[in-house]
């Protein structure tokens, strides 16, 4: 890491942020996000992926403070000595999801999800849908309330809540997690290789009619939910040693 590196301040709108902005840009400066070596975001988990999403392409490592409701992507807010602490983090390189959607009204749309993308019902009639990896036929006919496809660092949220599998970071691995099921009903999900082509058909759009999320960015009315890691986006956030993202995650398989 550079010793003085130029640190783009990013902060959400709620007032705490807003003054540890105010503050850190006193005793740091603030530079552009594409002229930084550093980008750093003060808010909770929802703010970090947003910064990801917005910024992500830029290639740039990202050191959270948290300064919102959850913050599990982050550190732990404090003023002083963020030169060393950027200079002594360990960094966690996390590859996003690839979402292409069709829709039935013929549109296609392609998103990125650091967190999961998910599935879910949007009337009180349950989704069916069938699951194919890798152009195979896994599941013919899934009957719930939806079903969602997480990332490593996104699988201790809604997937963990979904009782899905908490993944170790590294693991090249993403969860597939039903969510409600009825039909198969002992079916509760699978762990798959990170490069499997997850695809989801709706079979029934008109009746039952299904959205897909990706993070937080929805597309309603699907018939085709396709998922792949992708191969060209990769992000680095950086975390105090004391407090890696790697032993989070190892940390809440042991919660009771």
């Given at each position: ?42 808010g909770g ?10 910024y992500?392409n ?7 403070m948290k300064?919102?409701?959850v ?16 200079g ?19 549109t ?18 349950a ?6 990896l890798?152009?195979?036929t ?6 719930c309330?939806?079903?969602?496809v997480a990332?490593p660092?996104?699988s201790t949220?809604?997937?963990?809540s ?5 993944l170790?970071l590294g ?24 490069d499997?082509?997850v ?23 699907v ?6 890691e992708?191969?060209d986006r990769?992000v680095t956030?950086?975390f ?11 940390s ?5």
């Open positions: 890491m550079i010793a003085n590196p130029r640190i783009a301040f990013l902060a959400s709108s709620t007032g705490e942020a807003q003054d540890a902005l105010k503050a850190l840009q006193a005793l740091h400066g603030n530079s552009a996000p594409e002229d930084a070596d550093v980008l750093c975001a003060l988990d929802g703010f970090m992926l947003q910064s990801l999403h917005r992500g830029l290639g740039k490592p990202v050191f959270g300064l919102g409701t913050g599990f992507l982050m550190n732990h807010h404090r003023e002083q000595d963020l030169l060393e602490r950027i002594n983090a360990e960094p966690a390189k996390l590859r996003p999801l690839e979402m292409l959607v069709l829709t039935e009204a013929g296609s749309t392609s998103l990125l999800a650091y967190n999961e993308v998910s599935l879910l019902r949007q009337t009180r009639q989704a069916h849908l069938s699951i194919d890798n152009g195979q896994r599941v013919d006919e899934l009957v309330d939806g079903v969602l990332t660092a996104g949220a809604y997937n963990f979904a009782h899905g599998p908490i170790p693991s090249h691995t993403i969860a597939l997690t039903p969510i409600a099921p009825y039909r198969p009903r002992r079916w509760r999900g699978a762990i798959l290789k990170a499997t082509e695809r989801f058909n709706v079979l029934d759009p008109y009746k039952r009619p299904v959205s897909a999320t990706a993070d937080s960015h929805e597309v309603r009315d018939v085709e939910v396709t998922i792949r992708s191969r990769m956030l950086l105090d040693p004391e407090h890696n993202l790697e032993e989070r995650i190892l809440e398989q042991f919660v009771v």
